[in-house]
């Protein structure tokens, strides 16, 4: 019993202190946006839920809403960005940051090594929206943000940080609907053949595969990875092509197996 209160008291402050880093952390971008600080933050915090929920529908309700803040401007060209480490949106920590970075490149204060390395000591993931000039967009950036943040969660191994431009794949994917209702429905046929061959003759084909689409298809690289000799590996891969009736020089067969790889890693396993 004591145990569990302990347990309970230890997590609470844990949360506070969280809560207080990523308070402070806001109140730092803002102030980096040229607001003051101090009054801006609230100010801009209800009025992103607002545009959040929704209820900011239109311009003339939103410029109605900064001309009632004295001190509130709107940014010119900004960003979405998201955490999942504190309940205050959606189970969502949500960020209003300006983007003077070029498009292609993240907020700068995601290229703040102290700041990403406060992410990465703490496993915190983060996920940022495309760049947008109009408020009334911020629901669809933080949707984008939040498909960024669980890409970046689920499938970037070495990285807590994702942008929307580099996810788009993965975001039609975990929209998509089959008539299954499991997105295993569009995985090649061919990986359950292989993993069939694989059990009952006690084979590697699977793993080989699997290799060799993370390599790019590069047959160096993959039999590096798998300590194997180059010519051995591309042994099994005309093995694989004769068993399975794998085209290796055909794009689209390549695309798929990419795909289907991509589907059981990110949403199948």
């Keep these: 019993m004591l145990a569990d209160i302990e347990l309970r008291f230890g997590l609470v402050v844990f949360q506070i202190i969280v809560e207080i880093i990523l308070k402070v952390l806001s109140i730092c971008v803002v102030s980096t946006l040229g607001y003051n600080q101090q009054i801006l933050y609230s100010n801009w915090e209800g009025i992103l839920k607002q545009l959040l929920d929704g ?25 979405i960005l998201v955490f ?20 292609s490149k993240p907020p700068k204060l995601l290229e703040d090594a102290e700041f990403t390395q406060f992410l990465s000591s703490n496993n915190i993931n983060v996920g940022y ?8 967009k911020a629901p669809l950036l933080f ?5 960024a943040e669980n890409f970046s969660n689920r499938w970037i191994a070495d990285s807590t940080i994702s942008g929307y431009e580099d996810c788009r ?13 499991s ?3 569009f995985v090649t ?24 689409i993370e390599h790019r298809f590069n047959l160096t690289d993959a039999s590096a990875e798998l300590y194997i000799h180059k010519s051995t590996l591309s042994y099994h891969v005309k093995r694989m092509s004769e068993l399975f009736n794998i085209d290796f020089n055909d794009p689209h067969q390549l695309l798929h197996l990419e795909l289907s790889l991509f589907i059981l890693q990110s949403f199948i396993h």
């Design 55 to 79: 209820d900011i529908k239109d311009i003339s309700s939103l410029e109605h809403h900064i001309k009632n803040n004295q001190t509130l401007t709107a940014p010119g060209r900004f960003r």
């Design 84 to 103: 999942r480490v504190w309940i205050e949106y959606e189970g969502y920590f949500v960020l209003l940051v300006n983007n003077t970075a070029k498009e």
């Design 129 to 136: 929206s495309e760049p947008a000039t109009d408020l009334l």
């Design 143 to 147: 949707y984008e943000a939040k498909i």
């Design 169 to 181: 794949l993965y975001d039609l994917l975990y929209n998509s609907k089959s008539p299954t209702g």
């Design 183 to 185: 997105l295993s429905f």
């Design 189 to 212: 046929n061919r990986f359950r053949m292989i993993e069939n061959h694989d059990r009952a003759n006690g084979t590697q084909y699977m793993n080989i595969l699997t290799k060799r």
